[in-house]
């Protein structure tokens, strides 16, 4: 008698520190990054971070980066 148990696939639930009501500061499209500078926070969509990473990361002191939401989502077949 075999007794043996398969181990239990526990999924982490990602937790998202920002929301559909931020908006992207150059364009108001969702905001999926954070910028945290010195002086303030910027929030940006996927396309204008990409669009200034190199500036953004020497300005910033933290980024919050969500921009997997969007393949999360996608895999749930919500298209965003």
Do not use: W
Request: hydrophobic share 40%; with cysteine; charged share 30%.
């Amino acid at each position: 008698m075999n007794m043996t148990k398969e181990p239990a696939v526990v999924e982490e639930k990602q937790e998202y520190f920002l929301s559909p009501l931020n908006r992207c500061d150059q364009c108001f499209a969702e905001a999926l990054v954070l910028v945290k500078g010195v002086t303030g926070e910027l929030m940006f969509c996927g396309h204008h971070y990409a669009k200034n990473e190199v500036g953004l990361i020497k300005f910033a002191y933290e980024i919050v980066d969500e921009r997997d939401k969007l393949i999360e989502n996608k895999a749930k077949g919500k298209d965003y």
